[in-house]
């Protein structure tokens, strides 16, 4: 990969994080070469837009649809008070524009679907799943798997979050994990802000690792995080020969 | 034996408390295990643990003293602790 140059205002704004051992200039122009698509960008999309922006990640396709709701403003907090009635992808754009202005943000007014999700996919280096469905969450997956793109799977429930990094063919897969479609998860679950932000910064730093090469990831991994109590537990997970989605690749 | 088992995520709304304790035969398996939960925490948390055939839900993360048992004839002993995951998607 060819890497993109830096600027001197770019050189200026990352001076502290290019201190990091590991990441230094090398890897901040991995990072600005690199683009990611982010779906859905609420609770946990919205902060993993924020910190991959502020970071210096070179380009965002964020995905999301509808308009903002006043049950939106405990944990979306790339939506506004004054946006309610508004496209939230509009305010979500507004939003990482104003904290970096040399970002490349495509804004996608609608959720994943089959029909664009290819196209989506397609576009990006990695992938950061935020749905709080699960037939988007199988349908990026899948996609992921088909063009070998890795995928950061973050989730929250109540006190709770989870996070691991998927890389097709070296990790276990969604369908891996969750080989039935969950039939009792329901749209509305309870969700404080600062439970998503968390969840949403551990996925961004993740995408950091894999886009730059920093660190070890959550690979193979899952990390679950009861806030309740602060008990960190990474659980490791394991592959499915038999999985419908990646059981074709080679190990 | 007694076993502690503990919940996590939507199951533990199913089950209507965060832990509890199950006294056991000696020797029982996580199977058989989760068949007695389920008689006692209701229909829908037993269709998180048990497909209709019997067999341990594969949706279902289980620790047994933190470390992920595999199979649905893992043997529990008296003292061990368990965690069960339940599906997770919320943003
Ligand atoms: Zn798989």
Sequence with gaps: ??????????????????????????????????????????????????????????????????????????????????????????????????????????????????????????????????????????????????????????????????????????????????????????RQFPVLGAVSALAGATAALEGIKVLTGLGTTLAGTLLHVDTATMEFRRIPIRRRPDCPVCGGLPT | MRVKVHFYGQIRQKAGVEHTDIDLAEGTVLRLAFSALAARHGEEFGRMVLEPSGRVHPNLICLVNDVPATGDEHVLKDGDGVALFSPVAGG
């Design chain 1, 1 to 186: 990969m060819k890497l993109a140059h830096l600027t001197d205002e770019e050189r200026a704004v990352y001076e502290w994080q290019m201190w990091i051992v590991g990441f230094g200039e090398d890897g901040q122009r991995r990072l600005k070469s690199s683009s990611a698509l982010v779906s859905r960008c609420g609770g946990l999309g919205g902060p993993v837009c924020y910190n991959l922006a502020a970071a210096g990640i070179g380009r965002l396709v964020v995905a999301h649809g509808g308009v903002v709701k006043p049950s939106d403003l405990n944990r979306q907090i790339l939506m506004t008070h004054d946006g309610i009635g508004k496209s939230r992808i509009e305010s979500v754009a507004r939003r990482l524009r104003e904290l970096n202005p040399r970002l490349d943000v495509v804004a996608v007014p609608e959720n994943i679907t089959e029909a664009n999700v290819a196209g989506l996919v397609g576009q990006v280096d990695i992938v950061f799943d935020c749905a709080p469905l699960f037939p988007e969450r199988f349908g990026m997956n899948r996609e992921c798997v088909r063009q070998g793109k890795p995928m950061v799977e973050a989730a929250v429930f109540n006190l709770e979050a989870q996070v691991t990094t998927i890389l097709p063919g070296k990790t276990p897969c969604l369908a891996c994990l969750y080989p039935r479609t969950p039939e009792q998860w329901t």
